[in-house]
């Protein structure tokens, strides 16, 4: 009762004034943990043993996947948020693919089928771009009560609630974003939705390929997308964060359509496979390569590899006919880093004599990766967008973030064409995120 008392500042004599019943302090206290996690704008991830709640969660998510279809899952979250006392209508949303609405999954006809949604990358939403998506809603929906559906530091689209909610409306979010996000792997409804054209065979196999947009990591934020979604189908991006450090990739397979969409599956699951087996980062290109080289002939694939360590803020990478990663700095000066670059992989020669590179990454540092359809996109004057122009685009940016310099240049993309993109353009962005004492 001491050390209870002591946490709340007050004094063990008074503090049944304060907290009457247990109830009111367990209320309290989960008050507190939802004060602090939405204060947390780092959204930095927690060591094991600080994952306890104070107050059961209004969704079992485990029940939900194991009771209801789950092409009906959004159908259930609105019938839970209209239990939430106050509540009379609520629906739930999703972020499309090409990260310009929501669209509406479930809820009544009564709430718009589509909503514009700002700062997207692909179907995600940072956590930095919340409040203007509420202020969107906002604007659209005056009174209603919004909880964006979280997960990771980016959010997959938001409940809404007509009438006076509580905080169970934000803990219903909470857990119907997990629910989701394990209920797209058992159907095709979810994606469906999300898609508001046809997607072409190549560009599917493609999507299917890809990771989540926005990653908090250890000591990292990562945001990536590639465009234009519906075409296409050679480029992806990819990461995993293991023991040894995060993994992040991007590539570019030759040609385009339903071949290329073949030829980049198997550079991708060259790369994963050398991951699960813990190689090293240039036994993971040599794998890579191996690979393409045996099922493909006469077809490449741009690519480069890289491995980020937190503990040493350093970053080391090969990069195999692309050009080398790009450092934007908080003074939004850009540093392409070169060094020697290897053929493509599956080229005519085997890889031989394979160097690693490794640049420290100062905070505020924006490392990007970027394919050669986001460097060679031409303006119609006949203009290269170039480096330059991709250092202008993340030094222009609203958000310094990782997902504000992929939607900067993403933007910079769509004003150079504002017609269908005829090739794939790719681009991954990790931003350091140092712990207060490391600054």
Known sequence: ?????????????????????????????????????????????????????????????????????PHLLGDQIVAEAQRIKGVSAAAVYLVDLEGTNLTRLAGPQAFPQTLPVPLAVGTEIPREGFPALLAMIEEHLPGTAVAPLALRGRAIGVLVAVGH??????????????????????????????????????????????????????GAMIAANVLPGYEIGGDWFDYAENASGTWIGTADADGNGPAAAALASVALGAFRSGRHQTLELVEIVELMDDTV??????????????LWVAPTSTFSWISCGELGPIVVDAQGVGDLLEGPRLPPLGATRRLRDIKVRTRRLNDGDRLVLASDGVVNRTYPE????????????????????????????????????????????TIAVLTPVLMPSER
């Open 1 to 69: 009762m001491e050390e209870v008392a002591k946490a709340a500042n007050v004094s063990r004599g008074t503090l049944y004034r304060h907290f009457p019943t247990r109830a009111d302090l367990l209320a309290a206290i989960n008050d507190e943990v939802r004060q602090v996690a939405t204060e947390n704008v780092e959204d930095s991830l927690r060591p094991p043993g600080e994952l306890a709640r104070a107050t059961p969660t209004p969704l079992s998510v485990a029940d939900v996947l194991n009771k209801v279809p």
């Open 165 to 218: 909610a509580d905080d169970g409306l934000d803990d219903l979010a909470y857990e119907a974003a997990a629910a989701l996000a394990l209920a797209e792997h058992y159907t095709d409804h979810l994606d469906a939705i999300r898609r508001v054209r046809a997607t072409s065979p190549a560009a599917e196999i493609q999507q299917n390929l890809l990771p989540p947009r926005i990653v908090r990591t250890a």
């Open 293 to 306: 080289r045996q099922i493909f002939r006469r077809k490449t694939v741009t690519t480069t590899i890289g």
């Open 382 to 425: 006949g203009n290269a967008l170039s480096i330059q122009g991709i250092v202008d685009a993340i030094r222009d940016a609203p958000s310094a973030s990782a997902a504000g310099a992929v939607s900067a240049v993403e933007a910079v993309i769509r004003t150079i064409n504002d017609e269908d993109l005829v090739d794939d353009a």
